[in-house]
Each structure stands twice: as structure tokens, then as C-alpha cells.
Nanobody, 120 residues
Framework: QVQLVESGGGLVQPGGSLRLSCRAS????????MGWYRQAPGKQRELVAT???????NYADSVKGRFTISRDNAKNTVDLQMNSLKPEDTAIYSC??????????????WGQGTQVTVSS
């Protein structure tokens, strides 16, 4: 099993910044992909950003140029730096990891989610 602990959510004014962090622990051989998803009230969960073990990144069009994802493979952490935040960024942000076990099987795990609210 893998456990994810997220931190960094909160309330921020439009144009402000927040940094989300997620640490994975447990039975980890290799983390293939780390990422962040979000779900706003009344909407489906959507991808925000992902980063592979080779540090290839993918961003939702709505956050390109404002958000930056990074990871520390030694610490099994993934961060999301969010700048120029907009009210439409308000959502519950959840960390996701795709983990390879020592026998080669891959499983996905989700964090509990952290609230980000952008409001004046």
C-alpha cells in the first residue's frame, strides 16, 4: 500500500499564489507518474498537471503558464506551484501517483484532497 499526504491548500485572493505539496510513502519500487487533479463543485474531476519519472510534464490548457509541477524522486514528493490564481481555480486538489511495485505491477493511488479557494 501507498499513502499520500498533501499540504498547502487554503484561501488566497485573485492574482495570488499557493504551493501544494504531496509526499508518497509505503511500498514503492518506482513512481512512474505523479500529478495533481482538481474537482470544482458540480463539475467532474479534471487533470491539472502530471510529471513522469523522466520529468516530462503535461498541463491542462487552463493552467499553462501559471502553474508549475515538480517532483523530487529521492523524497517521493510532488509540488504544484500555482501563480496568478483565478476564482475559477477554486476546487479540491488531489494528488495522484502511479506506482510500480517490485514485481512490476502498477497501481494508482489518490490523496485525500486539499481545498483551494480563490476569492476576494
Amino acid at each position: 500500500q501507498v499513502q499520500l499526504v498533501e499540504s498547502g491548500g487554503g484561501l488566497v485572493q485573485p492574482g495570488g499564489s499557493l504551493r501544494l505539496s504531496c509526499r508518497a510513502s509505503g511500498s514503492i519500487f518506482r513512481i512512474i507518474v505523479m500529478g495533481w487533479y482538481r474537482q470544482a463543485p458540480g463539475k467532474q474531476r479534471e487533470l491539472v498537471a502530471t510529471i513522469t519519472s523522466g520529468e516530462f510534464t503535461n498541463y491542462a490548457d487552463s493552467v499553462k503558464g501559471r502553474f508549475t509541477i515538480s517532483r523530487d524522486n529521492a523524497k517521493n514528493t510532488v509540488d504544484l506551484q500555482m501563480n496568478s490564481l483565478k476564482p475559477e481555480d477554486t476546487a479540491i486538489y488531489s494528488c495522484y501517483v502511479l506506482v510500480q511495485s517490485s514485481v512490476g505491477k502498477a497501481n494508482g493511488y489518490w490523496g485525500q484532497g486539499t481545498q483551494v479557494t480563490v476569492s476576494s
